[in-house]
Structure formats: structure tokens, C-alpha cells
């Protein structure tokens, strides 16, 4: 298990990183303290599973051994790749190499890297603009594939040799997904939404190839206009396969589907899937995200949420997603205010969840001074409805709940959701509590999320975590937190709660903490292995280094 969230937010994030503060406390048993050979100020990694260690500035690069901190070894960019200086560098430890790359020098120089021992296995001035950002390496091919604004070149992942090129897609990536039993790949292009791109040839398409000889099986374009977020310039494009595998379904302005096998559009729904996000008033420009589900595949069934233009009603549509069929519309949530961020399907019911923590972005504009939030917060009025999954008719709804409404879990029958003061146990069929918990006894403040383990959920909330059994409610554990983590982290069944001051090891079974470590000033990098067994620290400008074993 590898995941990271933002509390309440259910946002899943790549790696564990911060810059923070040179270490005041730390009661993690040391392994090894170490010490790179330059200032270590660029790149400063390790290996997911820890171990090699990376240490870089823009000119030179020190790989040690992550198992005992020895320099493996180190070098000058100049010796190793007849650079002088760097402007961007990329780890790859899949594929064994650091990608450095000059932009200086009047055509763009991108030299790759083995760092097993230091050589220059390539370089290229071939592709100008390029940066780590459009590489993917496909080990199965042991190829990197490089994005390019006319297409797509595949490269020899030791030699730097051109495996084949591709110009039949023009448009920024969006995502890709790479298939290993058939060897494809496929990839989601798009339209940024700009006055140049309307004038540059630049489509939304999808496109499917051959990975390892780079024949198109084929291209579609799908409608739709992709904005993208507006402080953190994410496109906002969604898709997901159909639980058959047999067709790519694309929520854009609506809901889109294509058979796999062939590119052919299988059908399509308009939909106002909105929420009238954005506005512009007194200089300024905000948006809301997070606010309405993603559609829920469940079987041959796809359910959809939509906001309806006409008044404020909230509409939630049944369709086949093999034919596009609409089975049903259910036209019974109301409310200009009322969001619905999630959608779960149990025991026969689909169950939306009205309200949640949502992402609020904006931009100021004040005398020639732009300004950028991106802010979390709480958006209600909250509870839940849920709905007959055959005939589309609301079976029940819950009481509103007090001050928010957390995610929602299910099991087989039933849910479990909490409010701003009680954790709630509900039969699915009825709505009605098995068990109703007063969780301000708890003393660890307001609820922000759940987490379900072993027969028990865990409730993250302000100022600690309390943990209940799920048969019947009784409290497992409270662990009161002092300055409560704003994120959790697990790693490997191991479980991490961070705030800007702290680093705390908390095994969720017990309720008991593992380990801490704190901060004082300076400036500091560190990052937990995938198993999160081990801690490494990195201290900018110093050269230092350091591994900690968490649990």
C-alpha cells in the first residue's frame, strides 16, 4: 500500500516530500548518517525502495548506497556530460538513470544518465523545449517515450536510439495508460484553451498504438472543451475503464464512451456537470473543484450526477454502459447550495453523499498584482440520500447534518459517515443508525475523514484520532494529537501523520505512535521508502544526509 491524502480531501499524491526545518527531535532509531560530496542544493531523492540515494547540485551528482550511506559515485556535469550547468534533472529508478537537461547552450542539450555508475549513456539535442514533464518509461520495452507538440518519439532506453516516431496527434498530453498483456498504449490528448491553440491544428484525441512498433490502431477526437484548474493548471479531464476493460468512458462536459478495441465512439450524454464552478467578480476569479462525483461504474450500470441549468436541481441519471441507454433520472435533490462530491454503490442502493470538503482556487487581480489561493474548506448543507439502483426512487435521506459530512465507507450492507459530533453506522436499505456515537466525547475535535482497517474505522479529526469497531461501535482507541497532522500517509500497512512542524509513525491498530520527528529552522528535504520502513533526510546546502528506520 502506497497512498498519500490531504485530510478530507481524498487526494492521492505520487511521493512524500516536504522543506521544512533542520531536525530538533527525533525518536527514529538512526542507521546511517552520511555526507554527499557536493552542497546537495537541486536534487535531493532516493529510490522508492531506498536503495540508492541522489544528491545533486546543478553541476555535479552524488549517488550513494542507500543500505549503508557509501558514495557509490560523484561527479562533474562538465566530465560526465560536457555540460557546464543544468536547468532541469529527473530521477527515472525504474529505468536506472538521471535525465539532466541545458537549455543554454542554443539548441537544448538532455543527457541521460546510469546511475549504477556515473556514464553518460546518451545525448540528444534533438528536442527542443523538452523536460523531464514529457518523459514516461516503459520497462516492459526498457523504451522512453517523449512527448513532443507533433507527436511522439520512442526511444532505446540504453542507447538513445529512435525505436519509431509518431505525428498523428497534435495537443498536449493529458494521461496515458500503457496496457502490458497487449502492449499498448494509450493516450488522452487535448486542447489547452488558449486564443494559439485554436489556430495551431491542436485537437482533443485519443489515441491508441502499438508500444513497441508505434503503429496507430487508431485515433478519435472526443468534444468538449478542457479547462484547466485555475492556480494549479491541472487539466480538468477525468476517464476510467469500464469494469470489462472493453471501453474507456471520458467525463468532459458529460460522459463519453469508446470501444477500446476499435476508437468507435459507443455513445455519448451531454450533461451540465459544472456546478457553475467559476465567476469573475471585483478583479477576481474563483473556482470550486471536488464538487460533484466522478460517474460510478458499478457492473454494466453507470450513474451520473447532473446540474441541472434550469433552477438548482440536482439530477442523478442510470445508464447501460454498454448501449448508452438511459434507464433512469431521478430529479429529487434540491438546493442552489447542495454539492454532491461522491457516489457509492451497496447492498442494491446508490447512496449520494450532499456536501463535503472541496477545493476552492482563485486569482486576484489588484494594480498590476496577481494573487493565487488554493484553499480547502467545508461546503454544505450536508448529509445523505440514497436511491432504489432498479427504479431510481429515493429509498431514504438522512437527517442534515451538523457542520459537514465526512467521506463515505461502505461495507457489504452498510455505511459508515460522520458529522460534525456523532460517527454514524447506518443500515444501507433504510438509512437508519445501528449505532449512533457521540464523538465529541472522543475529545480529539470535528471529524475530517475516515479510514477503515481490520474491523475498525478511524476517525482523523482535528485533534488526534479515535477508532471504533465496527460491530458495534465501541471505541477501539483515542489518541489525542497535539497541532494535528493536516496529512496522513501510508506506506507499506505503516501509517504517517504530518503537519508543518511534525512527523509522527502511528500504528492505526493500536493507536500507539512509532516514532516522532520534529523541527527547528533551516531548511530540510526528506522522503519515506514505499514499504515505510525507512526515513531519509536531506539537508539543503550541507550535503548531509541521513536514514532513519520508522518501524
Request: glycine residues 8%; contains cysteine; aromatic residues 12%.
Amino acid at each position: 500500500m502506497y497512498l498519500s491524502r490531504k485530510l478530507s480531501s481524498l487526494v492521492l499524491v505520487a511521493a512524500l516530500w516536504t522543506s521544512t526545518a533542520t531536525s530538533q527531535k527525533i525518536t527514529f532509531p538512526l542507521v546511517w548518517k552520511s555526507k554527499s560530496d557536493n552542497k546537495t542544493n537541486f536534487l535531493t531523492t532516493c529510490a522508492t525502495d531506498g536503495g540508492e540515494v541522489v544528491a545533486t547540485t546543478k553541476k555535479q551528482i552524488c549517488v550513494l548506497n542507500g543500505s549503508d550511506g557509501k558514495i557509490v559515485w560523484s561527479g562533474d556535469l562538465e566530465k560526465i556530460a560536457g555540460m557546464t550547468d543544468s536547468d532541469y534533472q529527473r530521477y527515472m529508478e525504474d529505468a536506472g538513470v538521471i535525465f539532466v537537461f541545458n537549455k543554454r547552450r542554443g539548441a537544448d542539450q538532455m543527457t541521460c544518465i546510469d546511475t549504477k555508475t556515473g556514464k553518460a549513456l546518451w545525448t540528444s539535442e534533438k528536442y527542443e523545449g523538452v523536460t523531464g514533464g514529457n518523459l514516461i518509461y516503459l520497462p516492459e520495452l526498457s523504451a522512453f517515450g517523449i512527448y513532443l507538440k507533433e507527436g511522439m518519439d520512442m526511444l532505446d532506453a540504453r542507447t538513445g536510439k529512435l525505436k519509431w516516431s509518431i505525428s498523428r496527434f497534435s495537443g498536449a498530453i493529458a494521461k496515458s495508460m500503457y496496457f502490458t498483456d497487449t502492449k499498448e498504449l494509450l493516450l488522452l490528448n487535448y486542447r489547452p484553451v488558449s486564443l494559439k491553440s485554436f489556430f495551431s491544428g491542436f485537437k482533443n484525441q485519443l489515441m491508441l498504438l502499438n508500444a513497441e512498433t508505434g503503429e496507430v490502431k487508431w485515433t478519435t477526437e472526443y468534444k468538449g472543451v478542457v479547462e484547466s484548474k485555475i492556480v494549479t493548471k491541472d487539466p480538468v479531464v477525468s476517464w476510467q475503464l469500464a469494469q470489462g476493460k472493453d471501453k474507456i468512458l471520458i467525463e468532459l462536459d458529460g460522459l463519453q464512451v469508446f470501444d477500446l478495441k476499435t476508437g468507435t465512439s459507443v455513445w455519448s450524454e451531454d450533461l451540465n456537470m459544472s456546478l457553475d464552478k467559476g465567476h469573475l467578480l471585483f478583479n477576481s476569479e474563483v473556482q470550486v473543484y471536488n464538487a460533484i462525483a466522478e460517474p460510478l461504474v458499478n457492473g454494466n450500470d453507470v450513474y451520473i450526477v447532473e446540474f441541472s441549468p434550469k433552477g438548482h436541481q440536482k439530477v442523478l441519471k442510470k445508464f447501460d454502459v454498454n448501449t448508452g441507454k438511459l434507464i433512469w433520472t431521478n430529479e429529487e435533490i434540491d438546493g442552489r447550495k447542495t454539492i454532491i462530491p461522491a457516489l457509492v454503490c451497496v447492498n442494491g442502493m446508490v447512496v449520494a453523499q450532499i456536501g463535503g470538503y472541496v477545493n476552492r482556487q482563485s486569482i486576484e487581480h489588484n494594480n498590476g498584482v496577481i494573487t493565487s489561493k488554493s484553499k480547502w474548506e467545508w461546503e454544505g448543507p450536508f448529509g445523505l440520500k440514497a436511491f432504489d439502483a432498479e427504479t431510481g426512487k429515493m429509498a431514504w435521506e438522512s437527517e442534515k447534518f451538523k457542520g459537514l459530512v465526512t467521506n463515505l465507507l461502505a461495507d457489504e450492507s452498510n455505511l459508515y459517515v460522520a458529522s460534525e459530533e456523532c460517527f454514524f453506522k447506518l443500515n444501507s436499505k433504510t438509512g437508519v443508525p445501528l449505532y449512533t456515537i457521540k464523538h465529541k466525547a472522543a475529545k480529539v475535535g470535528e471529524p475530517r475523514e475516515l479510514l477503515a482497517f481490520n474491523n475498525k474505522i478511524a476517525v482523523l479529526s482535528q485533534d488526534g484520532v479515535c477508532a471504533y469497531n465496527t460491530q458495534d461501535g465501541t471505541t477501539a482507541y483515542t489518541a489525542q494529537i497535539e497541532d494535528m497532522k493536516e496529512e496522513y500517509y501510508a506506506y507499506g500497512g505503516f501509517y504517517f501523520l504530518k503537519s508543518k512542524t511534525d512527523l509522527i509513525g502511528f500504528d492505526f491498530n493500536t493507536g500507539k505512535t512509532t516514532g516522532t520527528f520534529e523541527f527547528e529552522r533551516g531548511e530540510l528535504k526528506w522522503k519515506l521508502t514505499k514499504d515505510g520502513k525507512f526515513l531519509y533526510l536531506f539537508s539543503k546546502g550541507e550535503g548531509d544526509i541521513a536514514k532513519y528506520k520508522t518501524n
